[in-house]
């Protein structure tokens, strides 16, 4: 699905709806001391008798698509989650 690379979009700061550009969002490296991630590899270890439990994990096979809107009046951003799984979203180059 193409979806168009500037939009009118509400903005938190200028309280109007602006134009603003979508990025795409890529997300950052999970902190291997954080809290959660501390407690799954806890719950990963502990078992019966030492045998790890694994749940067997399904992934979805499509992801709902996320972007990084900037606003082209204040340059604040926020982020957009198109709230549907698709395989694919383009920006639109036009
Ligand atoms: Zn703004």
Request: aromatic fraction near 8%; hydrophobic fraction near 30%.
């Given at each position: 699905?193409?979806?168009?690379?500037?939009?009118?979009?509400?903005?938190?700061?200028?309280?109007?709806?602006?134009?603003?550009?979508?990025?795409?969002?890529?997300p950052g490296?999970?902190?291997?001391?954080?809290?959660?991630?501390?407690?799954?590899?806890?719950?990963?270890?502990?078992?019966?008798?030492?045998?790890?439990?694994?749940?067997?994990?399904?992934?979805?096979?499509?992801?709902?698509?996320?972007?990084?809107?900037?606003?082209?009046?204040?340059?604040?951003?926020?982020?957009?989650?198109?709230?549907?799984?698709?395989?694919?979203?383009?920006?639109?180059?036009?």
């Amino acid at each position: 699905m193409e979806i168009p690379k500037e939009q009118m979009l509400y903005c938190k700061k200028c309280n109007t709806h602006t134009e603003m550009k979508l990025k795409a969002f890529k997300p950052g490296k999970a902190r291997t001391m954080a809290w959660g991630t501390r407690k799954n590899k806890r719950s990963q270890k502990d078992g019966y008798g030492g045998k790890a439990q694994f749940n067997a994990i399904v992934k979805k096979q499509t992801k709902k698509p996320t972007f990084v809107a900037e606003c082209s009046v204040c340059s604040s951003k926020r982020y957009i989650v198109i709230g549907k799984r698709m395989k694919k979203a383009e920006l639109s180059t036009a």
